[in-house]
């Protein structure tokens, strides 16, 4: 069987990833993958229809036609060049690959063709240009008068003005030279992976930077099985990157604890010495403090929102963050705590309806505490602008808001926290009843997002919606408790 493009840049991943994919496949970890083959789908569904408007277009369907009906298919289509071809089925000297987007740019009696590879992302990666090289050369070496290859990218300022037309969503680079001049490089990378392909056994390759970049390699799992475990690794150093961790690297040292202050910032330096206390650090006086200027009554607010690569409301943009959730604590001087909170499932565009939420359920005065609050205030300055009705409140409260991460990263570190300031791994360490395990469905932001596109979507009965908005509720709810939670352990109260 010939090699498939996506072996390929496993291939160009790592050879011991390929190999696997050929041999070990039932080892991959696919939990999270799905996603991203929604994300693919409904970007390369939306391309179909803005480079075929007057639907001449044919798609060869692999999964129905089978592969020899497709690549013949395939064949025909591109030698009638009656319009244009999408999933076109390539295939030449052990590789293949499916082209997203082949335009006819010929005449009759000397067809020509345009190639486009189509990406969710809103700029080109070097993995991205492997892909194209491959693809054209299938293309010349199959004989097909190639005139033109590209990548059609999301455009991140196109606004959707609603009824469907998505003219102007997709920006194009211009890549034909450039795969002209990699026609010898790819053809030497398959003959390569080919030979991996066939070896009976695995390449001996150690884990290292290829097996997060350019893709979080499905096979991590099992390979760092292999790997001798380390009590403390030096990923727990807060940014430890670049030279200074190859240098350390190339001292043989892969435990924190023993990495000298010379290589160290004064923030790396406090985690590895509280790693090895092995006791919490607490600036009480210095948190104190810095809440003291604050007063009540108290707010405590965090959003939810989804981002959307082909943006689905009139008047938004590709991955614009589009807040449908917030949960909004209060604490008052005499200590009474009430919780508001705000969730629209419709299927609508939320934010106007949020927008107005907010305002009218965050009173007029005292702090705002988020966590991490430049994305709160950015998602209210975007809520005003598109609602001037609303903007005047909407900015007051964003003036209101006080970021309670930063106290945190100044004045608080547990050795649990394993180099992170998130919220979720600073509040155990410091309300250890408050748990995130104990929830359902929803405990973390990436299930928020799956569940409300679950939630919204045509097919998806009330029954599950209903039980969907009560995770959502709890998730939320969860996390501004949390937030008042850290607030009182800074304050001295736990
Ligand atoms: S985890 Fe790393 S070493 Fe193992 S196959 Fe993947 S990329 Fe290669």
Redesign the pocket.
Known sequence: MPLSKSKLIAFR??P??LW?EIHRRELRDDSGAMAGFRVGREVGEVARRVYDPEGKGTLVEVDELGYEEAFRLTASLLERAEGPVFEAALRAKGALAFADVMLPTGSRGEPGWRMLEVKSTTGVKDYHRDDLAIQAWLARRTGIPLTGAGIAHIENTFVYGGDGDYRGLFREVDFTEETRFRDVEVEAWINQALEVADAPEEPA???GP??SDPFD?P??GW?SRGEPVVECPLSWLPNFNGPRRAAVEALGITDLREVPDAYLSELQKHVRDVTISGETWFDREGAAAALAPHGFPAWFLDFETVMMPVPIWKGTRPYQQIPFQFSLHRLGEDGTRRHEAFLDLSGDDPSAALAASLVAKTGASGPVFAYNAKFERMVIHQLAARFPEWAEPLVAIAARLVDLHPIAKTHFYDPSQHGSWSLKAVLPAIAPDLSYDRLEGVADGEMAVEAYREAIAPETTVERRAKIEGQLLAYCELDTLALVRLWEGFRGKV
């Open positions: 991943q790592c011991r990833r696997r390759i150690p884990m290829q097996c390699c096979f991590a390979c």
